[in-house]
């Protein structure tokens, strides 16, 4: 957490109010995050004018003029929030480690308070070897994410599909609150193992299929309700993420299964050391 719907709504945000944007001054309230903060980041985007916000995977890609991009992952508890000119706090907390001023007065602040977020500074061209993006997997939005693909990224594998589907060389961006929502919704066992949902011969299989299907409706209804807020999640604008309250299995452990023809009761495991909540009885 945050997972693609969340970032994706974060990116579309810090969109909307700072593109054309220039940075007037770039305040690194400690050292670092996970990670030290790349070496002269304050040099590199004081100046600079926002061009483009992207997203890849989990992480934001803030595109600055002179080519350079700046890589932001949010981690478990990271955020930013945007403030204009007369909105300014006289005295930020001690848990904003980054502050960006702009040429107007406005301000984007970047708060973490379990610092396991990170940035990094990309040169001009430097995208397909940087160490956090250049293995990344498929994005599931995109027109190249396919059965097809999927069953070529599944076919041999012997881990079970909940933890292929988490893994980002797979496919970017899902993460455990989703996988667990699309497995449900394409009535498929998390513990099934993974080569079978690709199958032993070239042809699409209809678990690939829907697997698929589901991942795109999964992730977009997400980023329509402007993601999920189960603990520290929120907008730029201060806003929580309404998908929760559309969670089928997510966070249901010991509950009736929603589905109408259905009976059985929501169950939690542990997969990799992270919670699985599905429905043993008609995910297969």
């Known amino acids: 957490m945050p997972e693609l719907p969340e970032v994706e709504t974060v990116r ?8 054309s944007e220039t940075i007037a001054n770039v305040d690194l309230r400690r050292d670092g995050l996970r990670f030290p903060f790349p070496k002269g980041l304050k040099r590199a985007l004081e100046g600079r004018r926002i061009l483009k916000i992207d997203r890849r995977a989990k992480y ?20 930013f929030s945007l403030y204009s000119a007369d909105e300014v706090p006289r005295e930020f907390g001690k848990h ?25 500074l990309i040169p001009s061209g430097g995208e397909q070897e940087n160490r956090h993006l250049r293995k990344l997997g498929c994005e599931p939005l995109s027109e190249d994410f396919d059965a097809k693909l999927l069953c070529e990224k599944l076919r041999g594998k012997k ?4 933890t292929a589907l988490l893994d980002q060389r797979v496919v970017a961006g899902l993460g ?21 949902v690709s ?16 991942t795109k409706h ?24 309404y998908f929760a309250h559309s969670f089928q299995v997510y966070g249901r452990e010991g509950e009736m299964c929603h589905n109408p023809n259905c009976s059985g009761v929501i ?17 297969r």
């Open 12 to 19: 579309k945000g810090l969109a909307k109010q700072l593109l």
């Open 60 to 79: 934001l890609l803030i595109r600055f003029n002179d080519g350079t991009t700046l890589l932001s992952h949010l981690g478990m508890t990271g955020k």
């Open 96 to 120: 904003d480690h980054v502050i960006l001023t702009m040429d107007n007065g406005g301000v984007a602040v970047y708060t973490d308070h379990r610092r396991f977020g990170y940035m990094d």
């Open 159 to 162: 881990s079970p599909i909940k």
């Open 176 to 196: 455990n609150i989703y996988v667990c929502e699309i497995l449900f919704r394409s009535g498929i066992s998390p513990r099934r193992i993974s080569s079978t």
């Open 199 to 214: 199958g032993k011969s070239m042809k699409v299989t209809k678990r690939a299929e829907r697997l698929v299907e589901e």
């Open 218 to 241: 999964v992730l977009v209804e997400a980023i329509q309700a402007g993601g999920s807020t189960i603990s520290d999640f929120a907008t730029v604008d201060g806003d929580m993420g």
């Open 267 to 283: 169950s939690r495991i542990s997969q990799s050391g992270r919670s699985t909540f599905f429905c043993p009885k008609c995910q």
